[in-house]
C-alpha cells in the first residue's frame, strides 16, 4: 500500500470513528433484497465507512443501465424526496471525479443541468438528488445512504 492511500485510509477511518462516537449519529439500516438503506443522515466519509464495514459499495452507478435499475429501486421504496449519497468523489486529486477512494473515473454522468459546480470550492463529493440527478456537494453535509453488493 502506498503511503498517501495509508494516509486516505487512515483520514477516512478517524472521520468515520468521530462519527460512530456522536451520540446523535445513527447506525440503523434496513435491508431489501440485498440493498442496505441507512435510517439515518451522515457525511459522505461515515457513508463511505458504513458500507465498507458491510463489505459492500456506497452507490455507484457506473453505466445509464446502473442508473436505470438505482431509478426502479428509488420508485419502488419511495426514496424520490430524499437525497443519497454516490460513491462518486474527487478526493484524489480535486479535479477528476471516481468511483470510491482510488477508483476508477466515471465514464457516465447523469448531472443535473449546471453541475457540478462546485461552489465555493467545498464540493469534492456527489450526491443523487431528486429525479436522481446528480450534484456535486460538501462531503460533510449529512445524507442518507444506500449501500449494495
Ligand atoms: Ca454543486
Known amino acids: 500500500m502506498q503511503l498517501a492511500n495509508l494516509f486516505l485510509l487512515i483520514f477516512v477511518i478517524q472521520i468515520y470513528n468521530l ?43 457506473q ?41 476508477p473515473p466515471l465514464s457516465f454522468g447523469n448531472w443535473i443541468s449546471g453541475q457540478p459546480d462546485n461552489t465555493e470550492e467545498v464540493e469534492r463529493c456527489v450526491r443523487a438528488e431528486e429525479n436522481h440527478e446528480w450534484d456535486d456537494e460538501d462531503c460533510f453535509t449529512k445524507h442518507f445512504v444506500i449501500c449494495h453488493y
Open 19 to 61: 462519527e460512530a462516537d456522536d451520540p446523535e449519529y445513527e447506525t440503523s439500516s434496513f435491508n431489501r433484497d440485498g440493498i442496505v438503506f441507512s435510517v439515518g443522515e451522515m457525511n459522505w466519509f461515515a457513508a463511505y465507512g458504513f458500507c465498507t464495514q458491510l463489505g459492500m459499495k456506497l452507490l455507484t452507478l
Open 63 to 103: 453505466s445509464s443501465v446502473d442508473n436505470e435499475v438505482f431509478k426502479k429501486i428509488a420508485e419502488h421504496y419511495k426514496l424520490q424526496e430524499k437525497y443519497y449519497w454516490l460513491a462518486a468523489n474527487r478526493l484524489e486529486d480535486d479535479v477528476t471525479f471516481r468511483w470510491g477512494l482510488r477508483g
